[in-house]
């Protein structure tokens, strides 16, 4: 299952190291204007080889509309766009054919599908999340001035202190909070010393929300945020609202709290939501890993890998949250006089 | 949308003071053995009266079975099993007609929806999930021997320390630590003094998951679970394997953990998730509310209500993971020799 | 897969001689005025003992609101109502447990689940279509000023040539045309003595259709619509506005007629619908049959029969066609501007 | 909506005069084997310039897999591949920009979506069945054995007699008759003479279908064959079995037929389809036409067209009914002991 969405809909296709990479949007409505720079642009925010913490590997990422845009308008026809890959040294795989990457879906992949492309992880690849980032540039443009602003918000054991948002798409890092930024860099430097990788916490606001989206029972806005968040690879935790706090707050207290959903329902208010990200599992150093007949080998993983995902995680977290506000932006009317 | 799942589908209904609540079960395979009893056992787990820290309402939520089985067997047709609603004490409620209580969806449905029942909520009551738990109970038996099990691992700033599995069952928070589950107990006692509720922590227990559920793009086998849970409502944050500790973590560290899941997709390995709950939000203290005027109101509310909601949210928890696992089961075969 | 549509949905369930039948109907704006009485005159329309031409089984068919509605409005919360099966003459099925009858589904059933309940047929029963009949009661009325309205054109070799609408509900047959509908009456009393059934055509007339529903590609108004006639069990073709005359019509001819649909699109004018309906397949005479052990036997099934099964079909054929409309009229604006 | 199946699922995309079309296939299992070959094949079938009777627009319909297989076989991930359009003079459509040809979608897609590629019909052009052919290529592969079959049986008032399979992709009617190709033949060249346009009824033979496909209520085979074929812009009819025959059959004469569905499940026996195509609406004589300020004018459609489109839509017809079997023999398991 490779679409996410019910009403605006993203079918997402392409292999790391296959022709292509691309997504249809599906159920956007007539329309809405649109460009190819609305897309290449959150495109260039998730490519590789931006900055000094990500992989050079060199991949511009071009993006190319094939369908359901005429005269810089959506036709409310699918709207078909891809991507070509360019940079893709197969090489490197070749001798992980038969060696399945620890922290990889490389063994569990080959056992579930029975065939696998090993180029780079085929389809587990995170160049998967370039059909992501073009669905949430969709979405984006749909939900006018509502904003999601994603930032990190914790590397390792270092805490941003400072909101300033206008700082986050100055550092690499995409941090709000200039010198804690900094900091971050150094530890991450050093990682790559160790040939090791680091993970965090990444912060996404959700500025303007529309109202009145998402459902009572099992499509509750956040139900559906968590499941958008959770389907990226690396993340692995999700909280909104007071989150974890919740556990020590009593009722008198949290009755007061404004959370910006109430019985799964949006407020308006804005919504705060935390996500916990792994550490690239892509690493330098020697390690032991599974061959494909079971047996232990040491793997050193040459090829070209982020010390720290983060970064290019944060416009696919967007993504997948612009998605959902979306889809459920799109949702029939929830009271009969709305209705035409 | 009140329906959960695509293969194993369950369509809940119902409000808390209308005739029935209920579910409908469909996509269960025929020849399953089903007996009232199987529903009723799980139903017993959730319902009011339990003990001194639950709602004294008294509700005996007594199943019926209206269709789909046969000699104690599923047919592969529609199980629609109900319950009806008995001790709804509406009057109670009447003096709310035109309050919105804090920590409540009053306000938010009034606004979406235009109209509202609201006697003790209605559908946004936690009555609600009597279907989600007759959906879960057959969901575990179509999972045979893979086992779920939700305890209560803090409550306020009270932790569990201990997992003794088969103390669970015997203490009023189902906590799998008895001691611990002694001074929690107090604390929700003084939080009742107070006229306050606490909140707390749920960890769940999947033990010998099926092999190879989920899928490696949007529908990985977390973001179904975070998906499931957080769709309840008290519920605020969710994390799974190595959970928030990945922020601290290395790659090298990381790589080395046993989780569960791979590339979204189970590896038969157990799972273990924790989600953080709110204080239940009916507090008896004097609070101050919005009435449908838009002016500020004291209100105490009297009704029956739990001092913390988490011993009648641990079945619910199951029920859904239950249903996330079923579902997932049930998914097409992911290679062509596997087809008849 | 018991749930028909997306945005307004039915999931219908229930045996012949189980419990209960009914429906859930999920997806219903708040507000819309409803009351059982709604409900239970399209039921009345479609329940046995009508007539002559029905089979006397004495059920009343009555039918209970289980949720979703309060103070007679819709509470936009998933609306389930039943009923209870009461005649149900289980024994006379006893001898049939081991019998597959002649053009009813009993031996692919068996087949396909392994496990059945024999009683009448169960899920495969004809009884099955009074979840149809409340899910489009309720589609009716939310089509307001649209109205559906079914009619025998045919039985066996009599053909009605009049269409007086107000005819229709006043002979058993629901033909418009009533001295056609006398003649067709005597052809169904021959029948009977000959211990055989007849079949024949229903037309549907869609007045004052909603503009633009349905969409272009594959989910043409067309196409959903015979998806829609072709699940009910007796039908065995479709064809709408110049239908099955379009092959010996030229372009220039068929340009100029108005089909109600373009594009796949309704255009505001009324659709016309005409499908066959093959005579009832349980009759008196003696036939041959298979018994599960796969030989040959005669059977002469006794039950309670209908001579001819379209006056019966007819609301159930009303019902799928308002469920469709009902459907396509939530479906999300179709431009940006349309958004609030 | 422009994806179709729920397990099989083919999601379409492309404009008649846009940069491409295509299709992208999700839920296809891993390793089926595939090659570009299976797919131009078909293809080639549909393509314009295949005969005299086809319109000579150039196209050579050149697909390029983009992604989904590896090693020429599938990957059980997303199978995304493009036509890129290449013979496509707009110039021809300019003038067409503000009038809406007759028999086509131009006014009502212009109403329902406010924006619209007047070129070639846009979306709404049969061009638009690329994507369903590429679809229908791969579910052919998976359906192994079966095959389905399409052939002409009428055009205009002359019907074919003989059934010679072989004779079928020989003529350019795809007609199993050899003889009444020919008398076809005539009968369309003098509707051209007539710059007028024929119809007529395609036959679809599905032999050898798998077993125990479709779902006794909503999703019975024929209802989805049916939907499938509807929704095909030119087809106005559909019948399976004894079709409309059975108005005029008696239930003894109809309980001996062999269908090949029951109770809307496949037996596995042969299943017979006919469905009626109208005549091509795109003629050259003058016609009268409403501009988009609501005028009539004169207009003579001078592009490149089809006079009768039966043969160019009998591997589309193949394509659907592929599809809906390839969709269905991935439905779950019916009963619980063919869980894994």
Redesign the interface.
């Known amino acids: 299952?490779?679409?996410?969405g019910?009403?605006f809909?993203v079918?997402?296709?392409?292999?790391s190291h296959?022709?292509?990479?691309?997504a249809?949007i599906?159920?956007c409505?007539?329309?809405?204007k649109l460009k190819l720079t609305d897309i290449q642009k959150e495109l260039d925010r998730r490519k590789p080889g931006q900055s000094k913490i990500t992989t050079p590997r060199k991949e511009k990422d071009q993006a190319?509309?094939?369908?359901?845009i005429?005269?810089d308008?959506?036709?409310?026809?699918?709207?078909?766009i891809?991507v070509r890959n360019k940079d893709a040294k197969s090489k490197d795989y070749k001798k992980l054919k038969n060696i399945f990457r620890?922290?990889?879906?490389d063994?569990?992949?080959e056992?579930?599908?029975?065939?696998?492309?090993y180029r780079g992880g085929?389809?587990?690849s995170g160049r998967?999340t370039i059909g992501r980032v073009i669905g949430g540039a969709i979405a984006k443009k749909?939900l006018g001035k509502t904003k999601i602003i994603a930032h990190t918000e914790?590397?390792?054991?270092i805490f941003a202190e400072k909101f300033n948002i206008k700082e986050i798409e100055k550092n690499p890092l995409r941090c709000a909070d200039k010198n804690k930024a900094k900091e971050m860099m150094e530890a991450i430097k050093q990682?790559q010393k160790?040939k090791?990788?680091?993970?965090?916490?990444v912060r996404i606001e959700i500025i303007n929300p529309?109202?009145?989206l998402g459902?009572?029972?099992?499509?509750?806005l956040?139900?559906?945020?968590?499941?958008?968040?959770?389907?990226i690879?690396a993340?692995?935790?999700?909280?909104?609202?007071?989150?974890?706090?919740?556990?020590?707050?009593?009722?008198?207290?949290?009755?007061?709290e404004k959370e910006g959903i109430?019985?799964?329902?949006s407020?308006g208010n804005n919504i705060s939501i935390a996500i916990?990200?792994?550490?690239?599992?892509?690493?330098a150093?020697k390690?032991q890993a599974l061959n494909n007949k079971g047996k232990k080998v040491d793997i050193e993983i040459k090829g070209r890998h982020d010390p720290v995902i983060i970064p290019r995680l944060i416009p696919v977290a967007e993504a997948m949250c612009a998605m959902v506000l979306a889809d459920l932006?799109?949702?029939?009317?929830?009271?009969?006089?709305?209705?035409?």
Chains 1, 2, 3, 4 share one sequence.
């Open positions: 299952m490779n679409t996410f019910k009403n809909r079918t997402s296709f392409g292999e296959g022709t292509a990479l691309g249809v599906d159920g409505p007539a329309g809405l190319e509309i094939l369908s359901g005429f005269e308008k959506t036709l409310g026809t699918p709207i078909a891809i620890p922290g990889h879906a063994q569990i992949w056992e579930k599908y029975g065939h696998r492309d085929g389809r587990s998967e749909l914790v590397v390792g054991n990682a160790e090791d990788s680091l993970g965090g916490i529309p109202k009145y459902e009572p029972v099992f499509e509750k956040q139900a559906r945020l968590a499941e958008a968040l959770l389907s690879g993340v692995r935790s999700f909280e909104f609202g007071s989150g974890l706090c919740v556990a020590d707050m009593k009722g008198s207290e949290q009755n007061l109430s019985g799964g329902i407020t916990a990200v792994k550490p690239t599992p892509s690493i150093q390690q932006l799109l949702e029939p009317p929830s009271f009969v006089s709305q209705l035409k």
